[in-house]
C-alpha cells in the first residue's frame, strides 16, 4: 500500500521513486507525479528570475547610489552570475526564457521594485530595461552614470 499524496508528500515521493525504479507501473500515481514533475520545471524557471531580479536590483542600486557602493553589492552581483550561469549550465532550456521579451520584462520590472524598496528611492529607477540581458549577465559588466 502507498502513501497517500496529500498525507505525507516526503514518504509518498520516496515510494513513487521506489516504485519506478522497480518497474511497477501499475502502481505509480501517474497525475501527481505529472504534477510535481511539472512544478519542478516551473522551480526552476522561479529559481531563474529571482537570481535575475536580484542581480537587475543590485546593478540599479550601483548606477543610482554611487556613494554607498562596495564590496557587499560587487559580492552579489558576482554571487547572482554564477549562480545564473550554473542554472544555465544545468538547465540549458532555460535560456530561451533570457530572449522572451515578457519575461525580460517582468524580471526588470521586479528588480525594479526590489531596489525601490531597498533604497526607498521612487521614480528614479528605470522602468524598462536600459541594460541588454546580455549585458547584465555579463561578467565584469557595472553600469556607471
Given at each position: 500500500m502507498t502513501t497517500a499524496y496529500e498525507t505525507d508528500f516526503a514518504k509518498w515521493a520516496a515510494e513513487q521513486a521506489g516504485l519506478l525504479r522497480a518497474g511497477m507501473v501499475d502502481s505509480i500515481d501517474f497525475r501527481n507525479l505529472a504534477e510535481e514533475i511539472e512544478d519542478m520545471g516551473k522551480s526552476e524557471q522561479r529559481e531563474l528570475e529571482n537570481r535575475l531580479q536580484v542581480l537587475i536590483c543590485h546593478l540599479l542600486k550601483w548606477k543610482f547610489q554611487p556613494e554607498r557602493r562596495g564590496s557587499s553589492w560587487l559580492a552579489?552581483?558576482?554571487?547572482?552570475?554564477?549562480?545564473?550561469?550554473?542554472?544555465?549550465?544545468?538547465?540549458?532550456?532555460?535560456?530561451?526564457?533570457?530572449?522572451?521579451?515578457?519575461?525580460?520584462?517582468?524580471?526588470?520590472?521586479y528588480g525594479v521594485a526590489e531596489a525601490v524598496r531597498e533604497t526607498g528611492l521612487d521614480n528614479v529607477f528605470p522602468e524598462t530595461a536600459v541594460w541588454t540581458m546580455e549585458e547584465i549577465l555579463q561578467d565584469g559588466f557595472l553600469p556607471n552614470k
Open positions: 552579489t552581483i558576482r554571487e547572482q552570475r554564477r549562480r545564473i550561469d550554473r542554472r544555465l549550465q544545468e538547465s540549458p532550456s532555460l535560456k530561451s526564457r533570457l530572449s522572451d521579451t515578457e519575461f525580460c520584462a517582468d524580471t526588470w520590472l
